[in-house]
């Protein structure tokens, strides 16, 4: 199946229709991914950075929700994966409004970016972080997420939105990537966000948690994987059910 997907986008009839649809590389990158890489979240409930507890140190991973949209296919059940076992796929497009309060986004007002929606979408991924699986006696303070880096094309913030839409930044690499690119979050929580990203193409953004657990401080750096793409086409989406097909029949 590989090599079928593979003799199709060589071919040159086929790539000038692509063409033709304004389908860009990126996505057509991203339709190969799923073919022979990680799983790929497209739509659905996902907190990808999940935080749990071990009895030693901290057990980082993602967990998607039942009925999340991974590979083309409603998982039946929750599941989660470890770090970067999981691409998210971002796609959709913003553009930059005119506020200094966006100046964190990293573009100019009026330019494309690229974000996950802040509240739960039909289509798309709700993307929070979690840290319900640990017991919140145990824990004295917030746990803090602190981004260490950011391995992309663009430039990568993590934001939410008050009820008329004033977004407040926790995470921006738009001034490089510093000890004040965090978040605090309490044991037994959940919160969403919208990841946003300037250009298309893959990120590798990595984190590190850390906490004060009864038994000592704890920290542990993990990478979780983002790909930002255009909007699919109706033409397009069907090349991702036919991706979804080659990864079962393996």
């Not at 059940?77 to 796929?89: C, F, M, N, Q, W």
């Not at 993590?158 to 605090?184: A, I, W």
Request: glycine residues 10%.
């Amino acid at each position: 199946m590989r090599i079928f997907l593979l003799q199709l986008f060589c071919d040159s009839a086929f790539l000038a229709r692509m063409k033709k649809q304004n389908i860009s590389i990126g996505l057509i990158s991203a339709v190969m991914m799923m073919a022979s890489h990680a799983a790929t979240l497209t739509s659905g409930h996902v907190d990808v950075i999940g935080v749990g507890f071990d009895g030693t140190d901290f057990d980082l991973h993602s967990h998607a929700e039942d009925g999340a949209v991974v590979d083309g296919n409603p998982l039946a059940a929750s599941e989660e994966y470890h770090p970067g076992d999981l691409t998210i796929l971002v796609t959709t497009v913003n553009a930059r409004e005119n506020d200094s309060a966006w100046a964190p986004i990293g573009v100019a007002s009026g330019i494309n970016f690229y974000s996950t929606p802040f509240s739960d979408t039909p289509g798309q991924p709700y993307v929070g972080i979690g840290t319900e699986e640990l017991v919140s006696s145990e824990w004295t303070g917030n746990l803090v997420i602190t981004l260490k880096n950011v391995s992309g094309p663009g430039i990568f913030s993590l934001f939410q939105l008050d009820g008329v839409n004033n977004p407040t930044f926790f995470m921006s690499s738009f001034d490089g990537v510093s000890d004040s690119d965090k978040y605090e979050i309490p044991a037994e929580a959940h919160r969403h966000f919208s990841w946003a990203f300037t250009q298309e193409g893959d990120y590798e953004l990595t984190f590190n948690v850390a906490g004060n657990h009864s038994s000592g401080a704890k920290s542990s750096d993990a990478t979780y994987k983002f790909s930002v793409v255009p909007e699919p086409s109706t033409g397009l989406l069907g090349l991702f059910g036919l991706v979804a097909f080659a990864r079962r029949k393996r």
